[in-house]
């Protein structure tokens, strides 16, 4: 796992892409990051110009962007010695931000980003059933029990994220492991579906140890199809909910589905 922290690392404070409103991406960022458990509460952020140059973002975007992190009480900033940016994990502001997120998409850039992870994720579960070795397995094992017994939505997602991480991991691909944060970093701005249904957890810790028995089992089609069929799940659970909630004329009223 600590290599994992490491790579998470770089994955978090990656450069952003080019484009407006990068104070919002850096927001959306962080919030992922720390909603995903990759930024621990109270952990100290880099200075602001070093955040900014690994950002890639001027400054001036920055210091907005933590300015909204403070004002959402997900930052928390101290001056003097020992001064600087501290995360605060708050569950009630990283589910508005997740509820903000899904309310700006459209079904089809939930499909599109269910099929990226399908791809990415479904490779690395042919190859871990070739590659994972016996104590990579295990591992996997535990972090499934870990997100069976989570009693928080946070401890959930969290579970859930090393588990694909740690699948991609299993498959001996530092691209496929980077692919896999990069995209977890974005699909950590979107609900987790058992906030709104808990009854979904029990399909999702199943479907991990189907797939974990297949890797067991050295099956690489079968850990291919189950994850595949696992995440297009997921998908149609996340569209699901953007539908019912503009039906609904909730936080999501008023958006056209594209």
């Not at 906030?195 to 099956?219: C, M, Y």
Request: glycine residues 10%.
């Amino acid at each position: 796992m600590q290599l994992l922290s490491g790579d998470a690392r770089r994955a978090v404070f990656a450069p952003l892409d080019d484009g407006a409103l990068r104070s919002e991406a850096v927001v959306r960022r962080v919030g992922s990051a720390i909603a995903l458990g990759l930024l621990g509460d109270g952990e100290q952020l880099p200075t602001e110009t070093d955040l900014a140059t690994m950002l890639n973002v001027s400054t001036m975007t920055l210091r907005e962007a933590l300015a909204e992190l403070r004002k959402l009480g997900l930052v928390a900033t101290r001056r003097g010695r020992g001064g600087g940016s501290f995360v605060q994990a708050r569950d009630d502001v990283l589910a508005e931000l997740a509820e903000e997120r899904l309310s700006e998409l459209g079904t089809t850039d939930l499909r599109e980003l269910g099929d990226i992870h399908g791809a990415v994720a479904s490779a690395a579960a042919r190859l871990a059933a070739s590659r994972a070795s016996r104590t990579e397995i295990a591992r996997l094992r535990d972090i499934v029990d870990r997100l069976a017994s989570s009693g928080s939505v946070t401890g959930q997602r969290r579970a859930e994220g090393r588990y694909y991480i740690e699948l991609a991991a299993c498959a001996q691909s530092v691209r496929l492991t980077m692919q896999e944060m990069d995209l977890h970093l974005e699909l950590g701005q979107l609900p987790w579906p058992p906030a709104h249904a808990p009854e979904l957890l029990d399909t999702i810790v199943a479907g991990h140890r189907a797939v974990v028995d297949a890797i067991d089992a050295r099956d690489p089609a079968r850990a291919r199809a189950l994850t595949e069929q696992h995440i297009e799940t997921r998908t149609l659970w996340s569209i699901e909910l953007l539908l019912g909630s503009m039906e609904a004329g909730g936080a999501f009223g008023g958006r056209e589905v594209s």
